[in-house]
């Protein structure tokens, strides 16, 4: 077995903390004991990392007399006074200290990469009866369960340190929006775009248009923003998804192009001829994962971001919907636990590859807006099914649904078929309203009220266009229109 420690690194380390008592607060974070291969050097560290923590005073002395104190006996019947002299007696700074231990953390991590290796190898001969799936899922977790835990982070810092040069510095290279923009230019004015490392959702009723909606909007996302895109489908299979976009972006009914009597009629061929150069050039990755638990699904991720994206390059990634897909549930833990658990590694997920993700979750009954008046729908978190954590860890949270027969009258058929009203946004836009959007308007029986601000959208042929918010409805009513809401033909934007 290969031998990954340095005793001449571990006995800088000490020395540099005897020398240096300071430094234990810059290093503490990401050094403990257990990266002392010596079990000499391991006690010393404990006995150092004990007596600072109390605030005590610190020299080679005291911490002699308090490992002899705790009667503990080394190998070779080494005397601690002198051993503790001898180490401390090379001049150490405190920066040098620091990088010392920094280096130490990093021979932990070679030791620990190799550890995996030997695991590795170890799992791949035992585990010959796995599926495909069960043994890249395991693997990863062999791996990653040892990686992911070193760290060589600094302790908390002071937030308006170096506040003004960062700021100036903004300034001198300013940038119209932060994230990934969506293809929606009111959602970007009001929320901004999709920023790194957070964690999207909309919630709607079954049937209401949230896996088209995610799709559009992941879709041009990927083509605006020329960044590679991974859907995640529990229940929509490719060949599916592949004639609801051809559709989208040919014009083309999805039932002549799944039927092929697209070719009977001459307009429908004229499109097809126009859109094919097209869909021969996108780039748009999808997978069916309706019988992969998340542990098995986040390793996929990782799989596909390393091997077709590239650490550190922009992507989107979207899971299509929370709900259990071979989760396992029992008396010692319930459904909504274990959707809980879901969220929670998605947004993880975003952290650990610093890409957002959009996913949608199913609301209850009393969310319906099928057959109903508007004054019966509710709009709130409450009609969020199974998990309340969709709250905690999503950045942004919005109700995606069709108007009701009522609303569609009120707001009028140039405002769309559908509106995704926002529960929660951690970010803001351009033109954000602040922490509550509200418009008054006038309601159907003619009185005034003030209600939640909300951007319409057009649900046509799987393509879905935005057609300004709420306030846009109001603008136009009271016949009131900014030049930066048409674009050169009058229409709202």
Known sequence: MVAIYSIQIEKQVLGGLINNPSAFAEIDGFISSKDFCSESHSTIYNVIKSTLSKGEEIDKVIVAQKIKNLGISFKDDINIFDYLASISFTQITLNATVKTAQELAKITIRRGTYDSGRKLMEFAKSSGEKSISEFVSGADG??????????????????????????????????????????????????????????????????????????????????????????????????????????????????????????????????????????????????????????????????????????????????????????????????????????????????????????????????????????????????????????????YVGIFRRKSEDELALDGENFGTHKLITLKSRFQGQYAAGHHDLIKRVTADGSERYVNNYVNFEVDNFDVTERGSLRHVVDAAQERHDLDDNNENGEIL
């Open 142 to 395: 062999i791996y990653n369960e040892n990686v992911s835990t070193y760290t060589t982070e600094s302790n908390p810092a002071n937030i308006f340190d170096g506040i003004v040069d960062l700021i100036e510095d903004r300034s001198i290279n300013p940038n119209t929006d932060t994230g990934l923009l969506t293809p929606y230019k009111e959602f970007n004015r009001l929320f901004g775009g999709l920023r790194r490392g957070n964690l999207y959702a909309v919630a709607a009723r079954p049937g209401q248009g949230k896996t088209t909606w995610i799709n559009d909007l992941c879709f041009k996302v990927a083509v605006n923003n020329k960044v590679k895109t991974l859907v995640l489908d529990t229940e929509m299979s490719k060949e599916e998804m592949q004639f609801r976009l051809a559709a989208a972006i040919s014009g083309i009914p999805v039932w002549h192009l799944e039927t092929g009597n697209w070719r009977r009629n001459k307009e429908m061929c004229d499109k097809f001829k126009e859109a094919k150069a097209k869909l021969a050039t996108y780039e748009y990755h999808h997978h069916h994962i309706g019988n992969k638990d998340i542990d098995q699904v986040c390793s996929l991720v990782r799989r596909w971001y390393y091997s077709e994206v590239g650490r550190g390059n922009d992507c989107l990634i979207a899971y299509d919907y929370v709900k259990l897909t071979g989760e396992k549930v029992d008396r010692n833990w319930a459904e909504y636990q274990a959707i809980g658990e879901k969220i929670d590694k998605l947004k993880k997920l975003s952290e650990e590859l610093n890409c957002p993700i959009i996913t949608a979750m199913q609301l209850n009954r009393t969310g319906e807006s099928h057959g109903r008046n508007s004054s019966n729908i509710v709009d709130d978190s409450s009609v969020i099914s199974l998990s309340d954590r969709l709250q905690w860890f999503a950045s």
